[in-house]
C-alpha cells in the first residue's frame, strides 16, 4: 500500500497484524466496559488507585513506544532516473523519529556521554605513530575541548532538555484541566485547587507528577542524545538507548501475544477439567503432565530449528532481513506459549474443583442452567483474578526467558534488536578490563521498569476486580 | 466469699483509629471467682470474642485496649511485660476455640501436642511428661489413652478433637479457663458430653471460667451467672435462676422470645431490631394451583445414595460409603418435614439426591407424579422449576461477582418463565418486596449484605422460578437467633401464602418443634423414626431418638413476659 503524500508504501509484518488486532480488541471492549455501567464502575477503580494511575502513565510510555515500532513502511529512495523506487529495508516510526541517534554510529564502544572511544587505536599525529583514544564522530563532536567543556556543555542541555520538557507537561496538564473542567462542568480555577490538594478521586495529581517525570526524562534524554551518546555505543558502535527503545516492541510481542496463544489452551482445559472431572479430567491432567515432563527448552530448541530450515529452503519467500525475523519472533511466541500454558492450566483446574462444589454453582444446576452458561457465568468470572496475575507474572517471565533463550542463540534472531540478545552481548564484556556495562544496564533498567510497573498494574487491577475488597476501601 | 480470680473493669477495646475508630467493646466491668462459670451471652458482633481476646492480650494488630483494667489475682496484666505476660497465658489463663478442626496441628501426634504445652510450664522428665499426657487424656475421658497419644489429629473425630484441645488447656492447672463458643460446631450429643467434661473438670480443680456462647440452652446448663453483651456493652448482669426466672432488660426478653420452641407454634417469633414488617406484597404464583384436598406432592421410595471407593491405577471399585441407605418420604402440598439428624447422617445428600444433583444409586424420587430418576438430563433441566433449595452458607451460596438483580434473574432465564426483560425487572422488585428487601438493593453485589439478609435473597431466587417444593438444607443455622427469628417468620408466611411445601434440613431440634408438622430423624444413612412432630417430640420411640432428644440443652420457657 502506497501512501501518496509521505511517500512511502507501508508494509505489514505478521507480529504487526497480530498487534493491531490486539489493540482492537482492547478497545472495542473498553468500549463495551465504558457502556456497561457495573463493568465502568469496577474499572473506576483502577483509575482511582494511585498505583494503577501511576504505572498506566509508565506503561503508556511503552506503549506507545512499541505501536510506534509497529507501523513499517518501505521509505523512498531516490533514483536518477525519476521513477519512484521504494527501500527493500523496512523501517517503522519509531526509526523515522530516533534517526539522528540510528544513524549516529560510532566505530566501537564508547561510554555514556564520552567524547572518546573506549578503545586505544593507533593514530599518526605529525608523522609519529601514537596509540590514543580517538575522538568520536558523533559523541561531543562539537566540542573543541572536551575536557573543560563536556561538563558545562551538558549541564546546558540537560536544562533546555528540562525546559523543552516542561513546556510539554504543561501544555498536556492544561488540556487536562480543560478537559476534566468541561466534562465536569466547574470552572478552572476550581478544578485547578482540586488537583493541587489532592482531592480529586481519580488520583490526577499523581498521574500528573509521574506524568511529569517521564516528561522531563524524555525530554533531557532526546536532547542530550542529539549530542551525546546518553547510554553509550555497543561493539559495533551502534547507539545503546536507541537498541533498548526498539527493544521494546519485542519485549511487549513476546509478553503480549504469547500469553494470547497461551491462554485459550489453559482457560478452556483447565476450566473443563475442573469442572466436568471423570475422564476429560484424566485425559487433559494426561496431556499437561506429558507435556510438562519434556523440557521446554529442547522443544523450542527443536522447533525454531525447524522453523529455520524452512526459512533456508524456501528463501525467495521472504523480501528482507526483517521480515524473516519477525517470523521468527512470532514462532517463538507460539512455542513459548504451547509450553507454557500448563502451570494457569493445572491452576485453573484446582481452583475450578472447589468452585463448582460452592453453593451457587449447586444453586444454579437446580435452575436447570446449562454446563456452558455456568462456565461462563459463574466459573469464569471467578477465576478471571487468577488468570490475570499469572497472566502479568508470566509477562514478567516471558521478557526474561526471552533474554535466556537468546543466550543459547534459540531466542529471537540476532538481527532483532532484545533486550535478551543485548545482555547476551553485554555479557562476554562483563570480563573486559575496563569493564563495558552500559549495555546491561540499560537493558537491566528498561526491563526492570517494565516489569516493576506492570505488576503495580496488576495489583491495581486485582484489587478493583475482588469485591471483598471494595467494603473496604 | 470465695477469692475472685479475674475482675476487668471499664474496659474500651477500640478497633481502628481516628474517625473511623468503634468501640468494640464499650466500657464493660465483670468479675469471675474461683470455682466460677461466668457465662458471656450475645450475637456475633456484639464483643464477646473481643473480650476474650482482650483478656489474653491477644487482640489484632488494628485492636487496642483505650482504657480500664483486667486484674488476674490482684496482678493488673495491662501493665505486664509480654514476656511475663507469655507465662500467664497457658498457664493462669488457658483458651479453647470454637473450631477444634483448624486448632490442632495436623502434622504432630497429639500426644506431642499436649507434652509441648506441658513443657512449657513445667520442667519434667520424659517419662513423667508421658505419664502425664495419659493422664490428662483420660481426664477429659478419651478412651483408649495409651493408643491415642500416637495418633494424629485426622484420626480424632470432631468432638475426640476439641477434648484434646480442653486437655491441652487444662495442661498447667489454670485459674481461668475462657471458652470461647467451645461446643458451636459439635453435634448436640457430642456437645452434651463435652459440657458435662468441663463442669466435671471445673468442680475438680475450681478453676474459673468464663463462657462465651450465642446459646441460651448452653448457658442454662453451664452457668453460675450471667451477662448479656450487646453493641459492645454488658446489658444485663444476674445469676442464672434470676436471669431465666426474671429476665430485667427488654433485650434479654427479646432473644428469649426469638427462641422457637413448640410452644410457639403458629405465633410469630419475636425479633430484634428487624425493620422488615410483616409481608405486604405476594408475587402471584404464575399458574394458578388447584385447590382442595392436600395431594401428595413427593413420594421418596427407598432412595440409596452410595459413593464408590475407588483405588489404584485404574480406579476400581474396591467398596462403598453408604450415604443415604434406604430413605422414603411421603410429602404432601403445603406442608413441612423436617429431616432431622447429626453431621454425616446423610440429610444433606437426601437433599441434593431429591434435587438430582447427585444421581441416586437406587431408588425412586416421585416429584408431582413424576419419576425423576429416569429422566435424561436435558428434560430434567425443564422440571426443575418444581423444586428449589436454600443453602446453609449464605456467604457461599451466591456468586460474588453477580449483582442480586442478575442473581434472583438467573432462574427466570434459564428456565424461560419470563422472556420479557422488563417484567423480569419487575419480579425482581416484587421478590425483593416480598422477602423483606428494598428495590435499591437489586444493583449490589452479595458481600454488602448481612447474613440474614443473604438468606433472604436467596429465598428470593428460588421463589422466582414460582417452585412447589423448597429444599432448605440448614437456613439459619449459620446465622443468630434473632435473625434466625426474621428467616423462619418469613418462610411461615410465604407458606401460608404460597402454599409452599418444605423439605426443613436440620440438626436444631428447636426449629423442628417450632416450624414442622411432620418429622424424621435420620440415623447413618437410615431414616430411625418419622411421624408428627409433637408425637416424635414428646413420645420418641428409637432409642436414638431419645439420646437427640435428651441431649438438647433447654431453655427454660418465661412463664410470663
Not at chain 1, 68 to 84: A, T
Not at chain 2, 365 to 385: D, G, P, Q
Not at chain 2, 419 to 436: I, N, P, S, W
Request: net charge neutral.
Amino acid at each position: 500500500m502506497i501512501v501518496p503524500l509521505l511517500d512511502i508504501k507501508l508494509g505489514l509484518l505478521l507480529t504487526d497484524a497480530l498487534i493491531f488486532l490486539l489493540l482492537i480488541f482492547t478497545v472495542a471492549f473498553a468500549i463495551y466496559v465504558s457502556r456497561t455501567p457495573h463493568l465502568r464502575s469496577q474499572w473506576a477503580h483502577v483509575l482511582h488507585n494511585r498505583a494503577g494511575m501511576i504505572s498506566m502513565v509508565v506503561l503508556s510510555f511503552y506503549l506507545v513506544m512499541g505501536l510506534l515500532d509497529s507501523i513499517h513502511f518501505y521509505p523512498k529512495v531516490e533514483s536518477g532516473e525519476g521513477k519512484v523506487v521504494y527501500s527493500v529495508q523496512l523501517d517503522s516510526v519509531l526509526d523515522k523519529i530516533l534517526a539522528p541517534i540510528r544513524i549516529a554510529v560510532e566505530k566501537t564502544y564508547s561510554a555514556p556521554f564520552a567524547t572518546n572511544l573506549y578503545a586505544k587505536e593507533t593514530v599518526t599525529v605529525d608523522g609519529v605513530e601514537t596509540r590514543i583514544y580517538p575522538r568520536l564522530k558523533h559523541g561531543g563532536s562539537h566540542l573543541d575541548d572536551p575536557e573543560n567543556e563536556k561538563s558545562a556543555d551538558i549541564l546546558s542541555h540537560t536544562l533546555q532538555g528540562a525546559f523543552k520538557g516542561t513546556l510539554v507537561w504543561l501544555l498536556l496538564a492544561v488540556l487536562l484541566v480543560i478537559i476534566l473542567a468541561y466534562r465536569n462542568k466547574v470552572s478552572l480555577s476550581q478544578i485547578i485547587s482540586s488537583l493541587m490538594r489532592g482531592k480529586s478521586v481519580t488520583p490526577w495529581r499523581s498521574a500528573l507528577f509521574t506524568l511529569a517525570l517521564v516528561v522531563l526524562l524524555i525530554g533531557v534524554c532526546a536532547e542530550l542524545s542529539v549530542y551525546y551518546h546518553v547510554f553509550g555505543t555497543d561493539k559495533v558502535g551502534e547507539d545503546v538507548l536507541y537498541q533498548s527503545l526498539k527493544s521494546i516492541r519485542t519485549g511487549l510481542v513476546i509478553g503480549t501475544l504469547t500469553t494470547l496463544v497461551m491462554l485459550p489452551f489453559a482457560i478452556l482445559l483447565g476450566i473443563m477439567a475442573g469442572y466436568f472431572r471423570g475422564w476429560i479430567d484424566d485425559l487433559i491432567q494426561y496431556l499437561y503432565t506429558t507435556l510438562n515432563s519434556i523440557p521446554s527448552v529442547l522443544l523450542i530448541a527443536a522447533s525454531i530449528l525447524m522453523l529455520q530450515v524452512y526459512m533456508t529452503n524456501n528463501a525467495d519467500q521472504f523480501n528482507n532481513l526483517t521480515q524473516r525475523a519477525d517470523l521468527r519472533l512470532l514462532f517463538l511466541c507460539l512455542i513459548l506459549g504451547v509450553t507454557s500454558w500448563t502451570g494457569l492450566c493445572r491452576l485453573l483446574r484446582g481452583e475450578t474443583f472447589k468452585l463448582r462444589e460452592a453453593d451457587y454453582i449447586q444453586a444454579a444446576t437446580a435452575f436447570g442452567v446449562g454446563h456452558f452458561t455456568i462456565i461462563l457465568r459463574h466459573i469464569l468470572p471467578n477465576v478471571m483474578h487468577i488468570v490475570l496475575i499469572t497472566v502479568v507474572l508470566d509477562f514478567s517471565g516471558l521478557v526474561l526467558a526471552e533474554a535466556v533463550l537468546s543466550y543459547i542463540e534459540i531466542g529471537v534472531d540476532p538481527t532483532t534488536n532484545s533486550w535478551g540478545n543485548m545482555i547476551n552481548s553485554a555479557r562476554l564484556e562483563m570480563a573486559r578490563e575496563p569493564i563495558v556495562w552500559w549495555s546491561l544496564a540499560a537493558a537491566f533498567l528498561f526491563m526492570f521498569v517494565l516489569v516493576l510497573f506492570a505488576n503495580l498494574f496488576s495489583d491495581a487491577v486485582r484489587d478493583a476486580f475482588d469485591p471483598r475488597l471494595q467494603g473496604s476501601q | 466469699m470465695t477469692e475472685t480470680i479475674l475482675r476487668v473493669k471499664d474496659l474500651t477495646t477500640r478497633i481502628g483509629t481516628g474517625e473511623a475508630a468503634v468501640d468494640a467493646v464499650n466500657d464493660i466491668s465483670f468479675e469471675v471467682s474461683r470455682g466460677e462459670t461466668l457465662a458471656l451471652v450475645g450475637e456475633s458482633g456484639c464483643g464477646k470474642s473481643i473480650t476474650a481476646l482482650s483478656v489474653m492480650r491477644l487482640l489484632p494488630a488494628a485492636v487496642h485496649i483505650v482504657q480500664g483494667d483486667i486484674v488476674l489475682k490482684g496482678q493488673s496484666l495491662l501493665q505486664l511485660p509480654e514476656a511475663r505476660m507469655r507465662e500467664v497465658r497457658g498457664s493462669a489463663i488457658s483458651m479453647i476455640f470454637q473450631e477444634p478442626m483448624t486448632s490442632l496441628n495436623p502434622v504432630m501426634t497429639i500426644g506431642r501436642q499436649i507434652s509441648e504445652a506441658l513443657r512449657l510450664h513445667q520442667n519434667a522428665a520424659r517419662d513423667s511428661l508421658n505419664k502425664r499426657v495419659v493422664e490428662l487424656l483420660d481426664a477429659v475421658r478419651i478412651p483408649e489413652p495409651q493408643r491415642r497419644v500416637s495418633e494424629y489429629p485426622h484420626q480424632l473425630s470432631g468432638g475426640m478433637k476439641q477434648r484434646v484441645m480442653i486437655a491441652i488447656a487444662m495442661a498447667a492447672t489454670p485459674e481461668l479457663l475462657i471458652a470461647d463458643e467451645p461446643t458451636t460446631a459439635l453435634d448436640v450429643t457430642i456437645q452434651a458430653s463435652v459440657l458435662k467434661l468441663l463442669r466435671d473438670l471445673q468442680r475438680d480443680i475450681g478453676m474459673a471460667m468464663l463462657f462465651i456462647t450465642h446459646d441460651l440452652g448452653v448457658v442454662a446448663e453451664m452457668a453460675d451467672r450471667v451477662a448479656v453483651m450487646r453493641g459492645g456493652e454488658i446489658v444485663e448482669q444476674s445469676a442464672r435462676d434470676e436471669f431465666f426466672s426474671k429476665p430485667r432488660h427488654p433485650y434479654s426478653r427479646d432473644l428469649f422470645n426469638s427462641v422457637p420452641t413448640l410452644g410457639k407454634r403458629g405465633h410469630r417469633l419475636a425479633v430484634v431490631g428487624d425493620d422488615t414488617g410483616p409481608l405486604d406484597a405476594v408475587v402471584s404464583p404464575l399458574h394458578s394451583r388447584e385447590s382442595g384436598d392436600p395431594e401428595l406432592l413427593l413420594r421418596v421410595k427407598n432412595l440409596k445414595v452410595y459413593f464408590p471407593i475407588q483405588k489404584g491405577l485404574f480406579k476400581r471399585t474396591v467398596g462403598y460409603i453408604k450415604a443415604v441407605d434406604g430413605v422414603s418420604i411421603d410429602l404432601p402440598t403445603g406442608r413441612t418435614l423436617a429431616l432431622v439428624g447429626e453431621s454425616g447422617s446423610g440429610k444433606t445428600t437426601v437433599g441434593k439426591g431429591i434435587l438430582q444433583l447427585i444421581r441416586p444409586t437406587q431408588g425412586s424420587v416421585e416429584f408431582a407424579n413424576e419419576e425423576l430418576t429416569h429422566l435424561n438430563s436435558a428434560e430434567l433441566r425443564k422440571r426443575r422449576s418444581g423444586i428449589q433449595v436454600v443453602f446453609q452458607d449464605p456467604f457461599s451460596s451466591m456468586n460474588p461477582r453477580m449483582r442480586v438483580t442478575d442473581i434472583i434473574e438467573e432462574g427466570m432465564k434459564a428456565q424461560g418463565t419470563e422472556r420479557d426483560a422488563a417484567k423480569r425487572k419487575q419480579r425482581t422488585m416484587l421478590l425483593l418486596e416480598q422477602v423483606g428487601l428494598r428495590p435499591e438493593h437489586a444493583l449490589r453485589y452479595p458481600h454488602e449484605f448481612s447474613g440474614g439478609q443473604r438468606q433472604r435473597i436467596c429465598i428470593a431466587r428460588a421463589l422466582a422460578v414460582n417452585p412447589r417444593l423448597i429444599i432448605c438444607d440448614e437456613p439459619t443455622s449459620a446465622l443468630d437467633v434473632s435473625v434466625q427469628a426474621q428467616i423462619l417468620n418469613l418462610l411461615q408466611d410465604l407458606q401460608q401464602r404460597m402454599g409452599l411445601t418444605y423439605l426443613f434440613i436440620t440438626h436444631n431440634i428447636s426449629v423442628v418443634a417450632y416450624l414442622a408438622h411432620e418429622v424424621a430423624v435420620m440415623y447413618q444413612g437410615r431414616i430411625v423414626e418419622h411421624g408428627n412432630v409433637e408425637r416424635v417430640l414428646n413420645n420418641p420411640e428409637h432409642e436414638y431418638t431419645r439420646s437427640l432428644l435428651a441431649a438438647v440443652p433447654h431453655v427454660p420457657e418465661l412463664q410470663s413476659l
